[in-house]
């Protein structure tokens, strides 16, 4: 997101617990480079706040959370271990994402684990993030670890049912990633859709 109503809207809809901003000059969604932190001020604290980032250096992620006081680095490009540790060791916390297929490999998240706050499983694509579209969740089941993570990639009004029922199978899967499935253009939730939705979870 980056337009304050927007903001503010989907920040008061039940069962949000943390809004998206995306800090990757190539995407659509991108926040630009003067936007101004005001833009947050109608944020409540209950709801964290989290940058995405795409092979920044640490010291921007770190630089860029502490200027809008976020809470949280979503790192969606091959950032190591170690920056995951500098970004913690600063403040923050630190969400690793991963582009799943049906060849991924689970083994390369131990190296991960100790160094993170939680996983964001999104499906593989052309691009860093944003694809739209979904990975076969069955693969899920060869996740072993304990380290919590959000299902993302190409959540949508159509699959977001079948999203919540995942997570009755998958104990370590704490939430939904909702991103290009829910706006009417990017960077601009549909609000609405997304009332819709957790209507129908509150439902179950
Ligand atoms: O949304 C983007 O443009 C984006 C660009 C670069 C990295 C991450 C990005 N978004 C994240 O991508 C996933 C999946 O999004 P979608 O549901 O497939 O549209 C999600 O975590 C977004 O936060």
Known sequence: MREADNIKNVANIQ?????????YPKSSRYVGADWPKE???????????????VNESTEN????????????????GEET????????????????????????????????????DCFVFDAKGAHY????HTFDWQV??????????????????????????????LPQMVGLDLNSGFEHSPALKNTEALAAAFTTFSGQ
């Open 15 to 23: 069962y949000i617990s943390y809004l998206g901003f995306i800090f």
């Open 39 to 53: 833009t947050l001020v109608s944020v409540p604290n209950a709801v964290q706040k989290v940058g995405v980032f």
């Open 61 to 76: 992620v770190i630089s860029i959370l502490q200027k809008y006081c976020l809470n949280i680095a979503q790192l969606h």
């Open 81 to 116: 271990p170690a920056q995951c540790d500098q970004i913690r060791a600063a403040g923050f916390g630190v969400w690793k994402a991963f582009s799943l297929d049906n060849n991924f490999d689970f083994e390369q998240l131990a190296a991960y684990a100790p160094h993170v």
């Open 129 to 132: 993030g944003g694809n739209g």
């Open 140 to 169: 899920l089941k060869k996740y072993k670890l304990n380290t919590p993570f959000l299902l993302s990639g190409g959540l949508n009004p159509d699959n977001f049912g079948q999203a919540v029922t995942q997570a009755a199978t």
